[in-house]
């Protein structure tokens, strides 16, 4: 009986789950059903449906609702703005189904798991009610009788849980496998789906175009990894060559390898190339300057999970989010594992990073606006007063370049990375530190979406450390253009800091060779807001 009851329990479980994500632009309902089916029902446009992945019959029904209110009550946007915008969103969608499956199937089992933890909670405490009301001696005459027939009530049981849960569950709806697949899916991540209803008919008159897109997608990031790996090689034969010469030290063991990505822009389809740095460079840590998502909303959690599964197994990925993210975003990573920086300072592969996330919040057709306590100066001077509280800070990492100025002219941080001007500077010295603004990894331009083929340059940059001298080694640029080919730069070694006229005058030692200073303002202006 015990174990009828569980299995009953476990079924009601996992037939009932529900789970409430994203799909596409849209949020979106997912119930588990009965009738072998994954169909997202889109109202009076019709359905589609694909065979489904579960085992034992089980399906999935998605009911689409409404485009999120942040992502389309956008004062000061017109109607063609937010469209081109939700536009990215299916094609994000289209491009990288596979993510949102993985997320969905992750939320309906933790679903199925609490909802089966409950019935059996439930079960557990009736029948201790049963068995306080029975009494010991009704409990004894019960259990003579019940023991010749317990394979009956067993079987009996078993049925009825199971067309219980069934009819619950699949509201007794007769499966509808069998439709002829829609053709224009055929090839791509959605072959097999079959559409009904009106958009049917927009799908054949138009999913070409859309096809046609997503092929272009596929193909061009594909060559461009391809190109990238070809890149690589070109660069480990030279590297080798000028090692074997001794015009290069060897690489040390203890050197600790950082890759730099910065304002992705929900460009996912940079996610197989940010893997294939992150493993031909050897990189120790992935740092993240920010700008993950064009507006930090809920259903941007498949570019968060997409960028998520671009970092090698092992390989953590520390955060500093800008001002196009949220904090829904930084949850959203969190659950990754990723470090997300939040005023303090944490170590990370012997490298210790402080950093925040960006004050201000940007929201396309809205501007940008405080969306903290504290404006970005105050946050730039309480960064460079926990810098100099702190003993030993090797990094510091920040969305927006200016507000990492204050703690650098302290010479209490030695090295500062961010992103947020899509254009690179540096390294170069910023008050008694060097500073390094990293370009847009999603090669993003201004004016144009970032998903599909690049419109700009992507750019990402190995950055080492020596943990023995404490000191930033080199830097080394990769770069994709838009034409699909990629460049592994040599690395260049990192200047050193000029100390102040005054201390050089009087004998003040310096802290490295020479190198063009900087008279960079110690006023912090927030800057200007990414595209």
Known sequence: MVATAVAACVAFGVTTATATLSLGPHEAVYEVDTDGLVVADLGPLGTIEIDSPLPLGLGVDVTVKEIPADLTAVEGASTLDRLVGDLDQYLQFY??????????????????????????????????????????????????????????????????????????????????????????????????????????????????????????????????????????????????????????????????????????????????????????????????????????????????????????????????????????????????????????????????????????????????????ERTPAEQAAELAETACAENGVDLLLIHTPPVGTPALETGCVPFQVSGHTHRRAGPEQVGQGIRYVSSSTAGAASGQPTVGPLRGTAEMTVLRFDPDTREMLDTQLVEVTPDGRAVVHDRVPVPGVVPPVGELEAGVPGTGPSAPSSDAPATVSPGPTAP
């Open 95 to 372: 491009n990288t189904p596979e993510v949102t499956i993985e997320a969905v199937a992750r939320a309906l089992a933790g679903d199925a798991v609490r909802r089966t933890l409950v019935a059996l909670a439930v079960v557990a405490l009736a029948g201790w009610g049963v068995r306080v009301l029975l009494g010991a001696a009704r409990r004894r005459e019960l259990a003579e009788w019940a023991a010749s027939r317990t394979w009956r009530l067993a079987a009996g049981t078993a049925v009825v849980a199971l067309v219980a849960t069934t009819v619950v569950s699949g509201d007794v709806d007769p499966p509808r496998a069998g439709r002829p697949a829609t053709e224009v899916f055929a090839g791509t991540a959605l072959e097999g789906a079959r559409i009904t209803g009106r958009l049917a008919g927009v799908v054949d008159d138009y999913g070409g175009q859309l096809t046609a897109l997503y092929d272009e997608n596929e193909a061009f990031y594909a060559e461009a990894r391809g190109e990238l790996s070809t890149a690589w090689d070109s660069w480990d034969i030279r590297h080798a060559v000028r090692t074997n010469l001794g015009q290069e030290a060897a690489d040390g063991e203890d050197v600790v390898s950082m890759l730099i990505v910065s304002d992705l822009h929900c460009n996912t389809g940079m996610s197989g190339l940010i893997e294939e740095s992150a493993v031909r460079s050897g990189a120790d840590v992935v740092l993240n300057a920010g700008d993950t998502t064009m507006n930090g909303t809920a259903v941007e959690k498949t570019c968060v999970d997409s960028f998520a599964a671009a970092v090698p197994e092992g390989v953590p990925m520390v955060v500093a989010d800008g001002n196009h993210d949220s904090v829904l975003t930084s949850q959203q990573e969190a659950a990754h594992g990723q470090i997300i920086l939040d005023g303090g300072v944490v170590e990370v592969a012997g490298v210790r990073i402080l950093g925040d996330r960006d004050v201000l919040e940007t929201r396309i057709g809205e501007g940008t606006s405080v969306a903290r």
